[in-house]
């Protein structure tokens, strides 16, 4: 288990000491002018984006039918009141000191958890 807290605002040299060696590296562009690297680790369950060299947007894959809240806490994130949810799609804003929690679910259960940290 990991607590998001201690991956966000961390460069990728600290994470992999936190999660290990990326699984797989890519580059993502945004904007033409704006390329960010994306990192994969533990065998794809976990997406990082590095903003300005930090860990910034941070994407869980729930590939173990772990239940929202285990998936929540699962995440080192706790005391999440759900606001009203549309299709599926939950978002939490301004939770725990980030930007957005994104809750992806289908047939009730999470499938992807998507955290922006300080970047929109």
């Excluded at 699984?23 to 976990?46: E, F, H, M, T």
């Excluded at 994407?59 to 706790?78: E, V, Y």
């Excluded at 949810?85 to 939770?95: A, E, I, M």
């Amino acid at each position: 288990m990991i607590d998001v807290r201690e991956v966000i605002g961390r460069n990728p040299r600290t994470v992999e000491r936190l999660l290990g060696k990326p699984d797989k590296i890519d580059i993502v562009k945004v904007n033409k002018p704006l390329a960010w690297r994306k990192a994969s680790y533990c065998k794809g369950q976990i997406d990082i984006v590095y903003i300005d060299n930090v860990a910034d947007w941070i994407t869980l894959h729930n590939k173990q039918d772990r239940t929202a809240d285990d998936f929540i806490q699962w995440f080192g994130l706790t005391d999440l009141t759900p606001p009203s949810s549309y299709n599926g799609l939950v978002k939490y804003r301004d939770v725990a000191g980030l930007k957005e929690i994104m809750c992806m679910s289908h047939y009730g259960k999470p499938t992807v958890i998507h955290i922006k940290a300080f970047t929109e």
